[in-house]
């Protein structure tokens, strides 16, 4: 297996995506995760910069890391002056990196235009520069901005270029397509014909305006590439760079390189996780190999397939990055799903059972009036355990009332709500108050409920989304309410439907409480 070194720019690059920033101690938690994923290069963030990315190189030397080597990033230096004087030049030598990875410009555009100076002073500042860094750091990268676009421009300087950076010794080049628009079809002859002038170990940089950045990556290892730059979940400029969380699996398993071992890549799911939240931002279900939704089977003939075999609609599998298959329940569902979501659930039920097709059916029937059991499981959970006669109830709600109320105009608008269930023989009739009618009612169930079931007030409503369904031929719009809830060791969906947006939540609700109930009970049976 020959060695690909994956180089991540997610400190760097990546917070020159649109609404990406990280605090300091987030971008040493996100190194050291890297490190421990095995990734090389660990590209820190731009001294010269910012003193948040000062701050960075300095305390990162306070950590222990396992083997990765930790870069700063700039530029060539400036024009009309020595790399001595070159303020970004000396803080990256200041920073004191394991690796000093700077920018040049190849395309002559750029250089006219960006620069505005001569051809052949860029290719002055590119060499001595790089000759100056190389004097005073363990490593040198230099970074070829532009190449692809330079090289179809005019492909006899962008060479120049990178001959002067080799003429300086370096220890890789990077050719980056900086604007994302190169297709993957150029990619190989224009890495072809590289190689035939430069004889220093190579590099991709890849940005995805085309949509092409790990497919580019990827052609470009196949050529023969031996370091790849990319960050995790794709996050960067613009549209983003090349998604090491595509890209490791693609050259561990698809291309059989060595990169990162066996065991770090079943962290890969969590690695992706880690930066979503620092970077505060919700992870997308459909990403490649590490979404949640990337093994997720809703059609019932793909669910059947992959009970008899996974591989016939998985192209890996899903724990070798730490991800796992799930089954969805909808109205493409066949009795497959029903069965893999019962074995899920522990619940015995066999395909040749009148009630799994009963289960089916009300399942259609309900999606058709507007439910939607995909972000629900708990509610089809319940739904089941009634359809199949294990449901217990907990209690009943004999009725309830939701008043809201402005008694001035210049008062906020208050929400009340009253309650009475009936748990055993005993009746509770309880009034909450709460920010708005849905959470007032909320308060009203719980706050009756928790006196005979103290493990409710672990409960926690963690999300609430509404969706005004279209209007049936002469009916008013349906409402759906889907419910997130959580306690200390799980979450949970339910889904209510009614012309009355607190009815639809009131299902949803009760469906929340019930589920919850019957998991506690379930646990104390164990
Ligand atoms: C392809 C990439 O992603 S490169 C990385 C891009 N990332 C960033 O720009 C984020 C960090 N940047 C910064 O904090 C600031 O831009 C700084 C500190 C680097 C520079 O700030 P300023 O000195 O105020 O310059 P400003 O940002 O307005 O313009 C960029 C300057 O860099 C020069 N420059 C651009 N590329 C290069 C290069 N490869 N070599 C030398 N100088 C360069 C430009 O000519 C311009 O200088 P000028 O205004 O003296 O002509
Ligand atoms: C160096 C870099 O970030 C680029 O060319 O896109």
């Known amino acids: 297996m020959s060695l690909v070194k994956l180089y991540d720019t997610t400190l760097r690059d990546g917070t020159q995506s649109e609404d990406i920033s990280f605090l300091m101690e987030d971008k040493i938690r996100i190194a050291l995760k890297l490190d421990e994923c ?13 003193p948040k990315d000062v701050a960075f190189f300095k305390d990162i030397k306070k950590e222990k890391l396992s083997q990765a080597k930790i870069a700063a990033f700039g530029s060539t230096r400036r024009a009309k002056i020595t790399p001595d ?11 004191e990196p394991d690796v000093i990875t700077i920018f040049g410009k190849t395309w002559d555009f750029h250089v006219r235009e960006a620069l505005r100076i001569s051809l052949e002073e860029n290719l002055e500042l590119i060499q001595d520069s790089l000759e100056y860094l190389k004097a005073r750091a363990p490593e040198v990268v230099y970074d070829a901005e532009h190449f692809f676009d330079g090289y179809k421009a005019n492909p006899d300087y962008a060479i120049k270029t990178l001959k002067a950076a080799e003429a300086a010794n370096v220890d890789c080049i990077v050719l980056c397509d900086t604007n ?10 224009i890495i072809n014909n590289v190689q035939k002038h430069i004889k220093t170990p190579l590099g991709i ?93 809703k059609g019932g003939v793909h669910v059947s397939a992959i009970q008899r075999h996974p591989e016939t609609y998985e192209h890996i599998r899903p724990e070798l990055v730490g991800n796992s298959t799930r089954v969805l329940i909808s109205d493409l569902s066949g009795r497959s799903n029903i069965l893999a979501k019962a074995e899920e659930f ?23 009036r507007g439910y939607q059991f995909e972000g629900a499981e708990a509610s089809f959970e319940i739904l089941m355990k009634r359809a199949l006669g294990s449901y217990r109830k907990f209690f009943s709600v004999l009725g309830f009332r939701v008043i809201d109320e402005k008694r001035h105009e210049d008062e906020r608008t208050i929400s009340e709500a009253t309650i009475m269930v009936k748990v055993g023989g005993k009746v509770e009739h309880t009034a909450a108050e709460g920010n708005g009618p849905v959470n007032a009612l909320d308060n009203a169930i719980r706050k009756a409920l928790e006196k005979f079931y103290p493990k409710l007030k672990e409960v926690k409503l963690l ?20 419910i997130e809830s959580g306690d200390k060791e799980a979450r949970w969906g339910t889904v209510g439907v009614s012309d009355n947006i607190i009815d639809a939540s009131y299902q949803a609700l009760i469906d929340s409480i019930e589920y919850k109930l019957h998991r506690e009970e379930e646990a104390t049976r164990k």
Request: charged letters at 20%; glycine letters at 8%.
């Open 205 to 297: 940089h890849t940005h995805n305006d085309g949509e092409c950045a790990v497919a580019n990556t990827i052609i470009a290892v196949s050529r023969g590439i031996v370091h790849v730059q990319g960050t995790i979940n794709g996050f960067g400029e613009r549209c983003g760079n090349a998604n090491l969380c595509s890209i490791i699996p693609a050259l561990r398993l698809k291309m059989k390189k060595e990169c990162i071992n066996d065991e770090q890549l079943k962290r890969l799911r969590e690695l992706s996780r880690t930066v979503y939240e620092l970077a505060n931002l919700s992870p997308n279900k459909h990403q490649a190999y590490v979404g949640n939704s990337a093994f997720a089977h």
């Open 85 to 95: 004087k070159d303020q970004n030049i000396k803080t990256l030598v200041q920073a």
């Open 346 to 368: 522990n619940i015995n039920l066999d395909s040749k059972d009148p009630v799994t097709l009963e289960i089916l059916d009300n399942i259609k029937d309900m999606e058709h």
């Open 463 to 482: 999300d609430y989304k509404v969706r005004v369904l279209p209007a049936g031929q002469g009916t008013a719009s349906a409402i759906r309410v889907l």
């Open 180 to 189: 994302g628009g190169t297709m993957p079809f150029e990619f190989a002859d």
């Open 38 to 50: 095995g990734i090389h290069y660990i590209e820190g963030g731009w001294p010269g910069s910012n």
